[in-house]
């Protein structure tokens, strides 16, 4: 954030359910990407800033741009990394087979271990799938780890539902407005890549970020490289602020 802030105003934004927000888990809850747009939807109208650059990476990728869909006016630019808009595996080729292998190896073994009680060994596991590196979480500076350990609230729900993405496709990505970066990781796990992928032939006229060395963490395993292209690429859509 420091390297944004040198020339930017810069809000980093916590979902209701995550840190350092306090919540407990319960069935009424609503964890929903839908759900979380809105919120941010409604923050960003509260600032009365005008159109702001926003950056949202994974589940936050997938709020952001549900947000800048449903409110362009909202929106200026849009960085997305590695959103997981999972319907759109229905357009690649062994979709199915690449998202069974994904919920074989990082949604049951994470769900059995909060199952048991084993929250540690929940994140530590979906961490490890989620990036293809099972030694992440244990090799992860300690202020990593806490901060990983404090969003237990929402990776149980993130592990246990079945509605959380809501249906999307090409047709209505294409409705996109304002310029759109995406960026990836090129050692991020296969049905990330091919997800981004299709999302880029969903949208016209958008950059593609492809980061070296680098999983599904993105601006946590390669914060110089990550700062780099994104603030490249605010820089070239920057219009006046307040």
Request: proline residues 5%.
């Amino acid at each position: 954030m420091d390297d944004f802030a040198k020339n930017h105003r810069v809000i980093a934004y916590s979902r209701r359910y995550a840190h350092p927000n306090g919540q407990t888990v319960n069935d009424s809850n609503d964890y929903s990407v839908m759900a979380h747009a809105q919120d941010l939807s409604e923050f960003l109208k509260s600032l009365d800033s005008g159109p702001v650059h926003l950056v949202g990476h994974s589940y936050g990728a997938f709020t952001s741009l549900i947000t800048a869909l449903e409110h362009p006016e909202l929106v200026q630019s849009l960085t997305l990394g590695e959103p997981p808009v999972m319907s759109l595996l229905q357009n690649i080729p062994k979709g199915d087979e690449l998202l069974g292998q994904f919920v074989t190896k990082v949604f049951v073994p994470t769900g059995a271990a909060f199952e048991n009680n084993n929250h540690k060994k929940a994140v530590e596991l979906f961490i490890g799938g989620v990036l293809d590196d099972s030694l992440y979480f244990s090799q992860a500076p300690q202020q990593q780890k806490e901060i990983m350990l404090d969003n237990i609230v929402e990776l149980k729900a993130v592990a246990s539902r079945q509605d959380l993405f809501p249906p999307m496709d090409c047709g209505k990505i294409k409705q996109l407005q304002m310029p759109t970066l995406l960026v990836k990781g090129d050692r991020s796990p296969q049905i990330l890549i091919a997800l981004i992928n299709e999302l880029d032939a969903c949208i016209e006229g958008n950059e593609m970020a492809t980061l070296t060395n680098t999983s599904h963490g993105l601006e946590y395993e390669n914060p110089m490289e990550f700062n780099r292209v994104v603030l490249d690429f605010i820089d070239k859509n920057r219009q006046t602020e307040k």
